[in-house]
């Protein structure tokens, strides 16, 4: 039988007689064939094979090629975020305001004025398509963006302190998430750290020992993903500002999630709003585009034009520049910044950290009752209250009240009851929180797209074979 094995040639001339086949590439299908075909020599090996003839085993290659294509599936696939996590990095943080994918959608589909001068003709400046909205939105002079805050730290460290000194507080030296540090971002930049004060007080005359004439920037890191509490003290923007000025240093602010807005007037405990900072004197304040903010993945620095020209005149900036698609959804949610006297309504992430407790009560019946009808009488469902959170280093210590359906099973684990709803199509994403599955409905976006979710659950994979204690 491996003698009579139908060669590559022979089995993709089979395979594209197939209407389900028809249509894809010989690369690919000799891919699929090959290994359609090292498993069935295993099999013969092993015995375990029934072919008895070279037709016989060209049908079983054509017929494993077409399941392995039909089961092919994009390494990228929608999911259900049902972890109560607004922000949730692992699952891309932000979902874009319609008027965001709209504009995405039509630069993905049309050349576009990326870097082109439609009223002059020559070549344009793609930071232009939104600069003079970021202007208007937080009063600065001049704007850049890259393709993460990380990457705009990186850049003004670079563009303005390379081979001299940046001093930062003890207390500031962040580290995000990835084991990715500020120091190390430093070090990459070629600017030399200089720590004042200790991990919970800093004071002005800590900063001003360490100016010397290598200091370059002095830098304040808002710490986005964490608090000190009890015995502290900070140096303010304002007070940071008064001595960068009185020795000629400029002031950068990292505020990180960078709220546009007073996030008070949702009922949310105040960030820093960029304008505010911008106000209160800082030369370069970087933050993130798709946190507080709500919009695509971006590093955004407004400030001085001056420091701003710097930074676009340095070679790095071509390397960590966005994109038309990126670039096209930023401008979208900034015009609903500017334009929009519904805010909650439009961006997805302010819409979801405002729900109110009564709506995700309300929705919370119809979502057990799918449940329970598609997980059968050995799971157990019941309603609970939960609590939600922000996410991604945007304010760490706020958990918002919400609602979740906690499923349980007498027989198997919640890790396991986990693995269930993973292979759910689309899969579902919750929490193990105390030895049961929870779902958080605060992130649903729409009770049908939840229950829709749940009614094209897999029957057949409910019960896996690892046993409660896993």
């Not at 870097?115 to 020559?122: K, N, P």
């Not at 919370?364 to 799971?379: C, K, Q």
């Amino acid at each position: 039988m491996l003698r009579a094995m139908p060669p590559v040639d022979e089995c993709i001339r089979a395979a594209v007689s197939h209407p389900a086949l028809a249509g894809l590439s010989h690369v690919y299908l000799k891919a699929l064939i090959t290994r359609a075909q090292s498993a069935i020599r295993t099999a013969i090996a092993n015995g375990k094979s029934d072919a008895a003839s070279r037709e016989d085993l060209l049908r079983k290659i054509v017929g494993a090629v077409e399941h392995a294509a039909a089961a092919d599936e994009p390494a990228l696939k929608s999911v259900v975020n049902a972890t109560g996590v607004v922000l949730h990095t692992n699952l891309g943080r932000a979902i874009l305001p319609e008027a965001a994918i709209e504009a995405l959608e039509q630069a993905a589909r049309s050349a576009v004025n990326l870097e082109f001068d439609l009223e002059g003709g020559g070549r344009g400046d793609r930071d232009a398509l939104v600069e003079s909205e970021l202007c208007a939105l937080t009063g600065a002079e001049a704007a850049t963006v890259v393709n993460n805050n990380a990457a705009a730290v990186l850049l003004a460290l670079t563009a303005l302190a390379e081979g001299r000194e940046v001093v930062v507080s003890r207390g500031e030296l962040i580290e995000i998430g990835g084991s990715f540090r500020l120091p190390d971002v430093m070090t990459r930049s070629g600017a030399h750290l200089h720590e004042v004060g200790t991990t919970n007080r800093t004071h002005p005359d800590d900063y001003e020992r360490a100016i010397g004439s290598e200091t370059a920037l002095l830098l304040k890191v808002h710490p986005s993903n964490y608090r000190v509490i009890g015995f502290t003290s900070e140096v303010t923007l304002e007070e940071l500002v008064k001595i960068g000025r009185a020795r000629g240093i400029p002031v950068m602010e990292d505020l990180g999630a960078g709220a546009l807005i007073d996030m008070s007037a949702y009922g949310l405990p105040r960030e820093p709003v960029v304008a505010e900072r911008i106000a209160a004197g800082a030369d370069l304040v970087s933050f993130s585009g798709d946190k507080l903010l709500g919009g695509p993945q971006a590093g955004i620095v407004v400030g001085r034009r001056e420091m701003i020209s710097q930074l676009k005149g340095n070679a790095l900036k071509r390397a960590l520049r966005c994109d038309k698609l990126t670039l096209a959804a930023l401008s979208a949610t900034l015009r609903l910044y500017l334009r929009s006297d519904n805010l909650a309504g439009q961006i997805p992430t302010l819409r979801f950290l405002t729900r109110p407790l009564s709506e995700l009560k309300q929705m919370a019946p119809r979502a057990r009752d799918i449940l329970a009808d598609r997980l059968g009488t050995e799971f157990q469902c019941e309603i609970i209250a939960a609590t939600s959170q922000i996410g991604s280093g945007a304010l760490p210590t706020e958990e918002l009240p919400s609602v979740a359906i906690r499923v349980t099973n007498a027989k198997i684990s919640a890790n396991s009851i986990a693995d269930i709803f993973r292979r759910a199509r689309p899969p579902i994403i919750g929490r193990v929180i105390d030895d049961g599955f929870q779902l958080d409905l605060r992130t649903i976006d729409d009770p049908a797209v939840f229950a829709a979710a749940f009614l094209q659950f897999a029957p057949s994979a409910r019960l896996p074979s690892s046993p409660r204690g896993r």
